[in-house]
């Protein structure tokens, strides 16, 4: 019996009902498995947190979270309470960089029953490995002089260690999969980073002969997303294009509120985050109309980080199977509550299983 501690962490809004729903099907995963426990400990930090303790997670929350084999995060974020700055830094990005997360990893494909908002979707699926921890969401530079005169310089920070790292994850994962790496860049327009990126790109891609590879301007790519989705496989970019290219990927799925994440340790000196891409919609919080799906493709990520990619792979079955029969929640389609969709996806599970 392996029994996995995840730090659940279900933050604000409509993160509290989608991280209860996650749970659940999670358990259900666990007892239709026999061989696994999953030990949530939830942690009520966010926004409330923030208004009663003047800090969005304590100042030992670090340590605390060091102790579990993964973190499990839902959303964060309450503007009505706090500035979306202090939430931000104040967890989320202080979760990432102290835990050493140096790696973004979103899926982004077809599912049955969900319509893309793309004429001819063509079944695409890729995936973007996104560098995580520097690119230009460095927090060097600063702001001088007053008036008209007034400059904000901010740098854009790459080292060789990390977009190295990234870059070689993103090669490893297309070995897995159709063996095509296409980089995001703009070399032409940036001129120290991106031709920096671009070379160790290919000192990579030179240890790769059988992985296909090419190299595309931001601009261009963004395009090509929408025009042919299909063609990519793995993407690697840097943290601000990554991050532009997952939310796109996000919505030519039919909705960011199903897309999942991860966010890698990938030595496993600390444990990994896995949260959805979603927002935390505090205008829809409470109603039941929060959609499941991003928390629980997030599982299911989370369950391949832990070595249980079948039982991974059985939740995100059932999850099309349930869009597929139109059990869907009103932002995606469908008339059905959060708890409905939940319900239907743990049916979905034991079916399988009794197969």
Known sequence: MKNFRIACLPGDGIGLEVMSAAQDVLQTAAEIHGGVVFDFTNFPWGSDYYVENGLM???????????????????????????????????????????????????????????????????????????????EYSEAGGVIHNGPDEIAVQNGIFTRKATERAIRYAFK???????????????????????????????VAAEYPDVETRSVHIDAL????????????????????????TDLGGAIMGSIGIAPSANLNPEGKYPSMFEPVHGSAPDIAGQGKA??????????????????????????EACEEVTGEGIKTPDIGGTSSTEEVTAAICSALRKKADV
């Not at 997303?225 to 299909?230: C, G, I, M, R, S």
């Not at 493709?297 to 039982?311: I, Q, Y």
């Open 57 to 135: 997670m304590p100042e030992d929350g670090i340590r605390q979270l060091k102790e579990f084999d993964t973190v499990f995060l839902g959303a964060v974020g309450n503007p009505k309470l706090v500035p979306d700055h202090i939430s931000l830094w104040g967890m989320l990005i202080k979760i990432r960089r102290e835990l050493e997360l140096s790696l973004n990893v979103r899926p982004a494909r077809v599912l049955r029953g969900i319509d893309s908002p793309l004429h001819s979707p063509n079944d695409f699926n890729f995936i973007v490995v996104r560098e995580n921890s520097e690119g």
């Open 173 to 203: 994962l297309a070995k897995k999969r159709g063996s095509k790496v296409t980089s995001a860049t703009k070399s032409n327009g940036i001129v120290h980073s991106m031709p920096f990126w671009d070379r160790i790109f290919n000192e």
């Open 222 to 245: 963004s395009a090509f997303l929408v025009t042919k989705p299909e063609t990519f496989d793995v993407i690697v970019a840097s943290n601000l294009f990554g991050d532009i290219l």
């Open 291 to 316: 959609n499941p799906l991003g928390q629980v493709w997030t599982a299911s990520m989370m369950l391949d980080h832990l070595g249980l990619p079948e039982l991974g792979a059985a939740i995100l």
